[in-house]
T-cell receptor, first 115, second 110 residues
């Protein structure tokens, strides 16, 4: 089955700096890669996703890049703000059904943005 | 739409007791799943279902049972609770893209 590795497990940055979180996946059949943000005591919520037919996607201060050949994808947050502090999870799955339809998550990155 | 609804939000059990975590969604999603979240372990898949009458095991299925008699409901049963099942449990559903989570159920087994 799919295996997703996520690094780093913790990341501390100063407000205004950029943050980068990296993930690798094992199953070449995966073609959907979402990122979730989970604030303390809350449910995970989708912040951005990318499908395998594109290499990069941006939404304001966040962007995701995908390298299918190397089987890795990254989350980039620019101009970080204290409200970006949370746990971030990457995930991988297929969108076309079959046994890989389930989402497999990385272990998460605790991002702390210091004022 | 209410989205994904889980009950109860909190539960304390004694070792050996049984209970059911309820999950319902009103988005007509075929895919539903249960995750458990433990510190440093991320979100680990317990069981999932791709439609009514179809269920399959995830990464950590031992000690849990599921059934899917309707599209809307996907209950998770603990037959004989153990302290190792102390965790936060999330139900989630999707159509083809985004996975929508419930608010979570915090379970403590003494």
């Amino acid at each position: 089955g799919e295996n997703v590795e996520q690094h780093p497990s913790t990341l501390s940055v100063q407000e205004g700096d950029s943050a980068v979180i990296k993930c690798t996946y094992s199953d070449s059949a995966s073609n959907y890669f979402p990122w979730y943000k989970q604030e303390l005591g809350k449910r995970p919520q989708l912040i951005i996703d990318i499908r395998s037919n594109v290499g990069e996607k941006k939404d304001q201060r966040i962007a995701v890049t995908l390298n299918k050949t190397a089987k890795h994808f990254s989350l980039h947050i620019t101009e970080t703000q204290p409200e970006d502090s949370a746990v971030y999870f990457c995930a991988a799955s297929s969108v076309s059904g079959g046994s890989n339809y389930k989402l497999t998550f990385g272990k998460g990155t605790l991002l702390t943005v210091n004022p | 739409n209410a989205g994904v609804t889980q009950t109860p939000k909190f539960q304390v059990l004694k070792t050996g007791q049984s209970m059911t975590l309820q999950c319902a969604q009103d988005m007509n999603h075929e895919y539903m799943s249960w995750y458990r979240q433990d510190p440093g372990m991320g979100l680990r898949l317990i069981h999932y279902s791709v439609g009514a009458g179809i269920t399959d095991q995830g990464e950590v299925p031992n000690g849990y049972n599921v059934s899917r008699s309707t599209t809307e409901d996907f209950p998770l049963r603990l037959l004989s609770a153990a302290p190792s099942q102390t965790s936060v449990y999330f139900c989630a559903s999707r159509r083809t893209g985004e996975l929508f989570f419930g608010e979570g159920s915090r379970l403590t087994v003494l």
